[in-house]
T-cell receptor, first 112, second 114 residues
Framework: EAGVTQSPTHLIKTRGQQATLRCSPISGHTSVYWYQQALGLGLQFLLWYDEGEERNRGNFPPRFSGRQFPNYSSELNVNALELEDSALYLC???????????FGPGTRLTVT | QKEVEQDPGPLSVPEGAIVSLNCTYSNSAFQYFMWYRQYSRKGPELLMYTYSSGNKEDGRFTAQVDKSSKYISLFIRDSQPSDSATYLCAMSVGYGGSQGNLIFGKGTKLSVKP
């Protein structure tokens, strides 16, 4: 069974640009979660989507947004990029069950 | 006080040693507790999850939860060089109508020397 996949693996942007990150959950999983892992800060919760709806968001500004598509895949958009947005962005999925979240390999975003 | 505290290490042990990794937390509403392993530049891999207090064993790994002390542990027996990674504890409030997200510790970096 294929795991959570994310694309691209690496993304380099300049300050002020927009970034789009993509995630495909494990087949049959309806919930998708986005986390940011910045150096020294650990994993911070960004967004949770379930059945196409945003269910909760973490303590991040509105320029972090996303959506979930009918096939349960998801994208994360980061507008007006700032240097401190440089981090590993991780996507996780679960089978309508928040307890067991399975992570993808992440997208490393570098903002210069 | 942070919600979840985890000693970042690094922790270095010889091959074959028993490793003890720990986290403390402050939110008594947490009911689900997980341990993830993360190799360098990879996504976290779920190792163990437990509900409420008690022990759970899976091969060389044992997870313990003591809700009265707000303390969780992961023990690794017969540690191997391949166990060298960062270990993250994570926890969440009860299922259903809750926030959906996991709260993570910052991770403990473990190195197992041959």
């Amino acid at each position: 069974e294929a795991g959570v996949t994310q694309s691209p693996t690496h993304l380099i942007k300049t300050r002020g640009q927009q970034a789009t990150l993509r995630c495909s959950p494990i087949s049959g999983h309806t919930s998708v979660y986005w986390y940011q892992q910045a150096l020294g800060l650990g994993l911070q919760f960004l967004l949770w989507y379930d059945e196409g709806e945003e269910r909760n968001r973490g303590n991040f500004p509105p320029r972090f947004s996303g959506r979930q598509f009918p096939n349960y895949s998801s994208e994360l958009n980061v507008n007006a990029l700032e240097l401190e947005d440089s981090a590993l962005y991780l996507c996780a999925s679960s089978l309508n069950n928040l307890r067991e979240q399975y992570f993808g390999p992440g997208t490393r975003l570098t903002v210069t | 006080q942070k919600e979840v505290e985890q000693d970042p290490g690094p922790l270095s042990v010889p091959e074959g040693a028993i490793v003890s990794l720990n986290c403390t937390y402050s939110n008594s509403a947490f009911q689900y507790f997980m341990w993830y392993r993360q190799y360098s530049r990879k996504g976290p891999e779920l190792l163990m999850y437990t509900y409420s207090s008690g022990n759970k064993e899976d091969g060389r790994f044992t997870a313990q939860v003591d809700k009265s002390s707000k303390y969780i542990s992961l023990f690794i027996r017969d540690s191997q060089p391949s166990d060298s990674a960062t270990y993250l504890c994570a926890m969440s409030v009860g299922y259903g109508g809750s926030q959906g997200n996991l709260i993570f510790g910052k991770g403990t970096k473990l190195s197992v020397k041959p």
